[in-house]
Structures are given as structure tokens and as C-alpha cells.
């Protein structure tokens, strides 16, 4: 316990009482939690891994987790109102046609997570096998199950006659920038929460461990038992032992900063939440599209895929409104604005908050465990004097 480069010389007494002596920090973690520490030289060290613990949790991974769900709740509304479309509009088909929005959503999700999937080809996809369920229930209501070959024909047609018009780049370009943009950001976490963890793993040095003996010990080598670090002292001490913590402050606020900026451009097409609550409407332009040009592209499609059943001619019926009740919609996107929007504003406020973690560790920590605050005599790694 005793060190001639650390402590002055101490009766026997005072070593002994020294040895034993298991000296309890109590550091209060909020929610009633208080973690004690025996009195060795990885004391610090342990202080310092349950407050980098208590900070990742709190700043991080639970709004984490809480965006992560928002995501998965706007994808899930999103899916379903494209079904209620085609079950509410399009009932002839709406059944075949769940199975192609399934898989679109699907592959939305998985996109968000990091999949490599190409956002042009599942759309490309989706329109593809979309066209000759329109094609044979909407412009040819009763014709029989198509050939694969004519399947495969009118599915190769609708890419190369663009039959659902400009709207499939559209959807394109709106999901390409919104999935990327929410892509990033999640992705930004996580690399938030992996510098956090990494700063769970740094060992301090033994300049720190002698510095620490000295500031937590030394009085005990003179019989001075109760004697606890000043303030100012334990601060200078804490600084030089989080030195290399202190540097990773300013990368700290830049992330924090880039952070904000990021949900703060997530508008417009940026807004995996605007477009994706959005999409049951592109959806159903591409489909009055096809409707308003069957005359020509029925013609054009007999030529190229050798069709030739006589087309039953009809009115179109070219829905007006919207698709899904308004209250309903209405209702959604407030929920939304709950679980989503207001979920990136509650995570960068809360980050905001812990902006100055780092820096403040020091003095955390000796605000938190044994220096002295209310005494006036405190020990400054000598001798006892006036705080």
C-alpha cells in the first residue's frame, strides 16, 4: 500500500488501518441507482466505464431503438394504404396485387437496414409485375391468365412503351433521396454508438494510477484517514488522466452538429415519412394513366406480344379522390408525427444535452465521488489545508 516515491512515512499504525481500509465511493446514477466501488487503483477506472455505460444508454441507444420502430411503423402504414387502394378501387385484382406491394415494402425495409437492393430495381420490379395484372383486369376485364411468354412480353412492353407514363421515375427519384437520407442517418447513429463503446476500452496510463494513489491514498500513509482531495486538486488529477478523452470532445460536438444538420435537411423528398405515406397516390396515377391510353397501347401490345382477343370497349372509370378515408389518413399522420418526426427532434435534443460530455468528465467525476465540496480542510496531495 505504501510508496516511498508517494507517501511521506507513516507509523506502522496508520499503514496497517491503510492496508485494510476498503474505501467506498458512491456515485448516483439517477433513477435511485448508486454503484460502489472499493478503493483500488482501478477504482477510477471503473467510475469512469459505468458513466460512459450510463451515458451510451441514455443518449443513444434507447432513441435508437425508438427510431428504429418509427421506421418500421411508416413503412407499415405505408404498405397498408397502397393495399387499401387496390382492395377499395381495384377489387379484380387488389388480391394479386397485395403480393407485389408486400414484396416493394419488403424491400423498402431492408434497404433502410443496409441492404445492397437497388431502390430503381425494386420499383422497376414492382411496375413490371403490376402491368399485366392492369393490362388484363383493367383493360381486358375477363381474359383468361396470360402465357408466361405473354407475361414475360408484356412486362419487357411496359418498360419499353413507359405505359405507367413518368410516374415510376418519379417514385424513383422520391424513394431513392428519402430511403438514403433515413439510410445515413440510422447509419450515423450507429457510428455515434460505436465511438461511445470505444471509449469504454481505453486504459489509462500508470502516470494516472500513481496520480490517483497519491490523490485517494497518500493521507491514509499519515494517519490522516478522513481526509479527502480537494476539489481543485482532484480536478487537475482527473484532467491529466482523461487527456485522451478530452480530445475526442470536439469530434464529439462536430458529429453532434452534423447530426442535427441531417434531420433537419430529412424534408420533401428527404422525408422517408412524406414520401413513403405518399407512394398509394403515384401508384394510383400510374394506373389512370394506363387507363386514359388503353386505346393506343391495347393496339400496340396485340402487335408486339400477338394478342389478338377483341378488346371489350368501355368507359374508363378514373378514380377522383383519394383512396384511403381522410379521417383515417389524417389520424395516421399525426400518429406519425409522434413516432417519427418528433422522435428525431426528441434524439437530437437529447445528444444536444450531452454536447459536452466529454470536456465535463473531470469535473463530473470529482463532483461525484469523494473530494471535498462542504468542509473547509481537504488534502492536496501533501498536506491538509483550507479549502
Given at each position: 500500500m505504501?510508496?516511498?516515491?508517494?507517501c511521506?512515512?507513516?507509523s506502522?499504525?496508520?499503514h496497517?488501518?491503510?492496508?485494510?481500509?476498503c474505501?467506498r465511493?458512491w456515485?448516483?446514477?439517477?433513477?435511485?441507482?448508486?454503484?460502489?466501488?472499493?478503493?483500488?487503483?482501478d477504482c477510477?477506472s471503473?467510475?469512469?466505464?459505468?458513466?460512459?455505460?450510463?451515458?451510451?444508454?441514455?443518449?443513444s441507444?434507447t432513441?435508437?431503438?425508438?427510431?428504429?420502430?418509427?421506421?418500421e411503423?411508416?413503412v407499415?402504414?405505408?404498405?397498408n394504404?397502397?393495399?387499401s387502394?387496390?382492395?377499395?378501387h381495384?377489387q379484380?385484382?387488389?388480391?394479386?396485387a397485395l403480393k407485389?406491394?408486400?414484396e416493394?415494402?419488403?424491400d423498402?425495409?431492408?434497404?433502410?437496414?443496409?441492404?445492397?437492393?437497388?431502390?430503381?430495381?425494386?420499383?422497376?420490379?414492382?411496375?413490371?409485375?403490376?402491368f399485366?395484372?392492369?393490362?388484363?383486369?383493367?383493360?381486358?376485364?375477363?381474359f383468361?391468365d396470360f402465357?408466361?411468354?405473354?407475361?414475360e412480353?408484356?412486362?419487357?412492353?411496359?418498360?419499353?412503351?413507359?405505359?405507367?407514363?413518368?410516374?415510376?421515375?418519379?417514385m424513383?427519384t422520391q424513394?431513392?433521396k428519402?430511403?438514403q437520407?433515413?439510410?445515413?442517418?440510422?447509419q450515423?447513429?450507429?457510428?455515434?454508438?460505436?465511438?461511445?463503446n470505444?471509449?469504454?476500452?481505453?486504459?489509462?496510463s500508470k502516470?494516472?494510477?500513481?496520480?490517483?494513489l497519491?490523490?485517494?491514498?497518500?493521507?491514509?500513509?499519515?494517519?490522516?484517514l478522513?481526509?479527502k482531495?480537494?476539489a481543485?486538486?482532484?480536478?487537475?488529477?482527473?484532467?491529466?488522466?482523461?487527456?485522451?478523452?478530452?480530445?475526442i470532445?470536439?469530434?464529439?460536438?462536430?458529429?453532434?452538429?452534423?447530426?442535427?444538420?441531417?434531420?433537419?435537411?430529412?424534408?420533401?423528398?428527404y422525408?422517408?415519412?412524406?414520401?413513403?405515406?405518399?407512394?398509394?397516390?403515384?401508384?394510383?396515377?400510374a394506373?389512370?394513366?394506363?387507363?386514359?391510353?388503353?386505346?393506343?397501347l391495347?393496339?400496340?401490345?396485340?402487335?408486339?406480344?400477338?394478342h389478338?382477343?377483341?378488346?371489350?370497349?368501355?368507359?374508363?372509370?378514373?378514380?377522383?379522390?383519394?383512396?384511403v378515408?381522410?379521417?383515417?389518413?389524417?389520424v395516421?399522420?399525426?400518429?406519425?408525427?409522434?413516432t417519427?418526426?418528433?422522435?428525431?427532434?426528441?434524439?437530437?435534443?437529447?445528444?444536444?444535452?450531452?454536447?459536452?460530455f466529454?470536456?465535463?468528465?473531470?469535473?463530473?467525476?470529482?463532483?461525484?465521488?469523494?473530494?471535498?465540496?462542504?468542509?473547509?480542510l481537504c488534502?492536496n496531495?501533501?498536506?491538509?489545508?483550507?479549502r
Open positions: 505504501r510508496s516511498a516515491a508517494l511521506s512515512p507513516a506502522s499504525e496508520g496497517i488501518l491503510a492496508s485494510n481500509l474505501w465511493h456515485l448516483p446514477l439517477g433513477n435511485g441507482l448508486q454503484v460502489s466501488f472499493c478503493g483500488r487503483i477510477f471503473t467510475i469512469y466505464i459505468v458513466l460512459l455505460q450510463n451515458f451510451s444508454s441514455k443518449a441507444c432513441n435508437l431503438s425508438l427510431c428504429n420502430q418509427a421506421f411503423i411508416v407499415r402504414h405505408a404498405r394504404f397502397t393495399n387502394m387496390f382492395r377499395t381495384y379484380n385484382m387488389g388480391p394479386r407485389f406491394v408486400g416493394l415494402f419488403t423498402v425495409s431492408l434497404y433502410i437496414l443496409g441492404s445492397d437492393i437497388s431502390v430503381n430495381d425494386m420499383i422497376n420490379e414492382f411496375f413490371d409485375s403490376l399485366p395484372l392492369v393490362y388484363s383486369h383493367l383493360l381486358n376485364p375477363g383468361p402465357s408466361v411468354e405473354m407475361t412480353c408484356l412486362r419487357a412492353a411496359r418498360r419499353d412503351l413507359k405505359v405507367f407514363g413518368n410516374y415510376p421515375k418519379m424513383m424513394v431513392s428519402s430511403l437520407a433515413t439510410r445515413v442517418f440510422l450515423a447513429l450507429n457510428l455515434g454508438i460505436e465511438v461511445i470505444t471509449t469504454d476500452h481505453l486504459k489509462f502516470d494516472c494510477g500513481r496520480a490517483l497519491k490523490m485517494w491514498y497518500c493521507s491514509h500513509c499519515q494517519g490522516l478522513l481526509a482531495p480537494c481543485s486538486y482532484c480536478s487537475s488529477v482527473m484532467q491529466g488522466c482523461l487527456a485522451g478523452v478530452a480530445e470532445d470536439n469530434h464529439w460536438r462536430e458529429y453532434i452538429r452534423s447530426l442535427e444538420g441531417l434531420t433537419k435537411g430529412m424534408r420533401g423528398i422525408d422517408m415519412e412524406h414520401v413513403l405515406l405518399n407512394l398509394f397516390s403515384l401508384v394510383r396515377d394506373i389512370v394513366h394506363v387507363q386514359k391510353n388503353e386505346g393506343k391495347s393496339a400496340t401490345i396485340s402487335r408486339l406480344c400477338g389478338t382477343q377483341q378488346r371489350q370497349y368501355r368507359s374508363a372509370n378514373y378514380p377522383k379522390d383519394l383512396f378515408d381522410k379521417k383515417v389518413l389524417k395516421a399522420r399525426i400518429e406519425q408525427e409522434e417519427l418526426s418528433s422522435r428525431r427532434r426528441e434524439l437530437i435534443t437529447k445528444l444536444k444535452s450531452y454536447s459536452g466529454y470536456s465535463s468528465l473531470p469535473e463530473y467525476i470529482c463532483n461525484h465521488s469523494s473530494t471535498v465540496q462542504n468542509d473547509s488534502w496531495g501533501q498536506e491538509i489545508m483550507e
